[in-house]
Nanobody, 124 residues
């Protein structure tokens, strides 16, 4: 089994930056894709970004393009989400997820493992 633990969330002012980390442990596959999702109260879980095992394939939600960057360090079993130019509408619980495939996907149902989430709050 795979365990995912997010960190790096917190409270920031609009225009500020945060870097989220997600550390994976346990019996990960030889290759796996990773994704970031977020969910605000009363809203559906929303795709943010995803990345293939090699890092060659990356996708972003339109709402975060140009502001967020996903990356991974396979030697450390860690995926990152660098968030710049944060807006109040970015406020949500952010979750990392892992999929037993190289191919990244944008739907929550395509992922096999989930972290507990980390709160990101952006004040105006």
């Amino acid at each position: 089994q795979v365990q995912l633990v997010e960190s790096g969330g917190g409270l920031v002012q609009a225009g500020g930056s945060l870097r989220l980390s997600c550390a994976a442990s346990g019996r990960t596959g030889s290759t796996y894709a990773m994704g970031w999702f977020r969910q605000a109260p009363g809203k559906e879980r929303e795709f943010v970004a995803c990345i293939s095992w090699s890092g060659a394939s990356i996708a972003y939600a339109d709402s975060v393009k140009g502001r967020f960057t996903i990356s991974r360090d396979n030697a450390k079993n860690t995926v990152y989400l660098q968030m710049n130019s944060l807006k109040p509408e970015d406020t949500a619980v952010y979750y990392c997820a892992a999929r037993n495939s190289r191919a990244p996907m944008t739907r929550p149902s395509d992922y096999d493992y989930w972290g507990q989430g980390t709160q990101v709050t952006v004040s105006s």
